[in-house]
């Protein structure tokens, strides 16, 4: 059994299951004028919330070209998590950690992604909020082989609700009897009534990194329903997964779910 059979959910009682679309090919368009890069706008801070992108448009050289896939963003009390597929590494790209708002600008400081915590890193994001959501820029980012590129990305709003349960979390602790789980390492945000989960699972000696985002929604009780729009495990797209929730206090939380008639429950802290 593979991992990915194995541990298709970090949250899974499946209520539903649906065909999910698949993932869209990068489209590219090619011109030869360099994008324009707007001015931001400093008058408000950009809400909290969970934004998918629309498009991004990226010069190197004077050479523009416009990729369309799906991702997510969420910032919340002050963390920031996003994800994707990234059809130019063929690899999950997946990254969360502290984002301040300062005159129009984000400073992002990675704190972790794919492949495991990181530090000594930051970035400055130019953002302008729009009707419909914002505008990123990032001037001169450094790519591989020494190339530098301007990237604008357009995002929409997905929601600006609010939980009790938003914010930056880790696993602390998995209740699980299954042996053949050596390792597990997971990253949760929720913010604006989404969700994204980064894992890294060594499971009978198989090294696996995977991420799913969705909606999310929770009652007074703590019953929740995570409904899947995109991972990297296809039998995870698509599917409805209720959890049981408790907020432990303002820094801890607990899930519980079924999983292969085992509750699992994980013990969350803060980042």
């Keep these: 059994m593979s991992v990915k059979s194995a541990l298709f959910s970090s949250t899974a009682v499946v209520l539903a299951a649906c065909g999910a679309e698949p993932t869209p090919e990068v489209t590219v368009k090619v011109a030869s004028e360099p994008v324009a890069v707007s001015t931001p706008d400093t008058s408000a801070a950009l809400p909290d919330g969970a934004y998918l992108i629309e498009g991004v448009t990226v010069t190197e050289d004077g050479e523009v070209s416009y990729y369309t896939r799906d991702q997510i963003k969420i910032y919340s ?155 990297s495990m296809e039998k995870y797209e698509g599917t409805v997964n209720e959890v049981k929730m408790v907020l432990i206090d303002e820094n801890h939380f607990t899930q519980s779910f079924i999983y292969n008639g085992e509750v699992i429950t994980q013990s969350y802290v803060r980042m």
Excluded: C
């Design 77 to 231: 009390k002050g963390r920031f998590m996003y994800a994707f597929e990234n059809a130019l590494t063929d690899n999950i790209d997946v990254g969360a950690g502290d984002a301040t708002w300062n005159n129009g600008v984000m400073v992002e400081v990675p704190r972790v992604n794919h492949d495991g915590p990181v530090s000594g890193y930051s970035f400055d994001v130019a953002i302008e909020p729009t009707a419909a959501g914002f505008q990123q820029s990032i001037i001169g980012m450094p790519y591989e082989g020494g190339r530098l590129l301007d990237m604008v990305e357009v995002w929409n709003t997905a929601s600006i609700e609010t939980t009790p349960f938003d914010g930056l979390w880790t696993l602390e602790a998995r209740d699980t009897a299954d042996p053949d789980i050596t390792a597990f390492a997971e990253t949760k945000m929720i913010g604006g009534g989404h969700f994204i989960w980064l894992q890294n699972v060594a499971y009978q000696g198989e090294i696996a990194q995977d991420f799913g985002y969705g909606s999310f929604a929770v009652d007074a009780e703590g019953n929740a329903i995570e409904t899947a729009m995109v991972s």
